[in-house]
Nanobody, 127 residues
């Protein structure tokens, strides 16, 4: 089991950058694929980015590709989401999530594949 706590959200202007952090408890952090999702008001939760247990493989949604970067530091039990060139559409509550997924898992973009979730951190982008 793992507990997750996000931090780093806030109110920023369009074009700015933020780095979100997600600290995980427990000694089995490397057992988990880590993902970031977001949910805007009135919308469903959507996939943002994912990284495998080592950080050697990452993938970002098309909507954030080239602007957001996911990374992890297994020595610190932490996963990060570096967000650059933020725009109004990025306003949402951002959640990190953990899942034990096999190497052959293809549904890593689905929220229901993740068993553990943080409480979320609000990111608000203003014009």
């Amino acid at each position: 089991q793992v507990q997750l706590a996000e931090s780093g959200g806030g109110l920023v202007q369009a074009g700015s950058s933020l780095r979100l952090s997600c600290a995980a408890s427990g000694r089995t952090f490397t057992s988990y694929t880590m993902g970031w999702f977001r949910q805007a008001p009135g919308k469903e939760r959507e996939f943002v980015a994912v990284t495998n247990w080592s950080g050697g493989w990452t993938y970002c949604a098309d909507s954030v590709k080239g602007r957001f970067t996911i990374s992890r530091d297994n020595a610190k039990n932490t996963v990060y989401l570096q967000m650059n060139s933020l725009n109004l559409d990025d306003t949402a509550v951002y959640y990190c999530a953990a899942a034990r997924l096999s190497t052959f898992e293809t549904n890593w973009y689905l929220a229901n594949r993740y068993a553990y979730w943080g409480q979320g951190t609000q990111v608000t982008v203003s014009s």
